[in-house]
């Protein structure tokens, strides 16, 4: 079974920098992709970004773009979420996921997601 780990959050200051780090273990095939979701309280969870895992495509909501960037390192089975210049609006708990048959913003393609690490923006 696969287990998704989510680090790096914390709480910044708006206009500062978090990394999240996403950290894969369990016996898995290799996931055809790989995701960044968020979910305040009350409110619907929400696409971030996705990368491919063995091959180029990158993908970003138009609410992130330059300001996030998604990265991978397949020896490590890990995926990362560099976010620069955030906002209180970026404030909400972030979840990796991984696709075993899909790129997609779409999250019930989702297979597998990990527990969610908490990024709080204060103004």
């Known amino acids: 079974q696969v287990q998704l780990v989510e680090s790096g959050g914390g709480s910044v200051q708006a206009g500062g920098s978090l990394r999240l780090s996403c950290e894969a273990s369990?016996?898995?095939?290799?996931?055809?992709?790989m995701g960044w979701f968020r979910q305040a309280p009350g409110k619907e969870r929400e696409f971030v970004a996705a990368?491919?895992?063995?091959?180029?495509?990158?993908y970003y909501a138009d609410s992130v773009k330059g300001r996030f960037t998604i990265s991978k390192d397949n020896a490590k089975n890990t995926v990362y979420l560099q976010m620069n210049s955030l906002k209180p609006e970026d404030t909400a708990v972030y979840y990796c996921?991984?696709?075993?048959?899909?790129?997609?913003?779409?999250?019930?393609?989702?297979?597998?997601w990990g527990q969610g690490t908490q990024v709080t923006v204060s103004s």
């Open positions: 369990g016996r898995t095939l290799t996931p055809y992709g």
């Open positions: 996921a991984g696709a075993t048959r899909s790129y997609s913003i779409v999250a019930i393609l989702y297979d597998y």
């Open positions: 990368i491919r895992w063995s091959a180029t495509g990158l």
